[in-house]
């Protein structure tokens, strides 16, 4: 699952701004990867489930919720997504990369930074972008996380654009041969 909240819409796209946390919000999406992951579990023992979860505080997992969810039997890696210009442990002491290592720590799941983005192109330079997501996942790495995946790949990046868009040639694939050393 990508990004899982059980939130209530706010207007007719419900656009995240507008969302709204229902005070079950937590025990739902529990509910959810207990139910969900059972079932694939039943289905296939040897393939880790993964939670999805943003790690930012969205609705259901929120603080102390999100390990009452990662605690789930039904989920076996935790994730948490990094878009943080600068911070190499991002986010606040409720729902920053650091409490959710603590919080996978205690459940003893591992969490993988699945998707770190940081924008290059037309604002920064390639070379500098992977400079410091070199940076960022070797902080995060000591930290604790079990791994990160950098956001995104796409065939015909937008060089002249300020995206997240890696392709090929980019110097980040230097980062991930030497992280992978």
């Keep these: 699952m990508g990004e899982p909240e059980a939130s209530n819409c706010g207007d007719a ?12 919000a937590a025990r739902v999406l529990r509910s959810f990867f207990d139910d969900a992951g059972a079932r694939l579990k039943s289905l296939d023992p040897d393939t880790p489930v993964w939670a999805g979860l943003a790690g ?23 994730d948490y997504h990094d878009y943080s210009p600068q911070e190499l442990i991002p986010g606040n002491h409720h729902d920053g990369l650091a409490m959710r290592l603590t919080q996978a ?7 993988v930074v699945a998707e770190i983005g940081q924008p290059a192109g037309g604002c920064v330079s390639l070379q500098d972008r ?52």
């Design 130 to 181: 992977a400079d410091t997501l070199l940076r960022k996942v070797s902080a995060q790495n000591e930290a604790g996380t079990a791994g990160a995946l950098f956001w995104a790949f796409v065939p015909d990046p937008r060089l002249g654009e300020c995206t997240l868009d890696i392709g090929p040639g980019d110097p980040i694939f230097g980062v991930i041969r030497k992280l992978a050393a």
């Design 105 to 111: 720590q205690a459940v003893g799941k591992p969490l």
């Design 13 to 24: 796209a419900c656009t995240w701004q507008a969302r709204t946390c229902p005070a079950d």
């Design 56 to 78: 930012g505080g969205q609705c259901g997992a929120q603080f102390t919720e999100y390990g009452d969810v990662a605690a789930s039997a039904g989920i076996d890696v935790l």
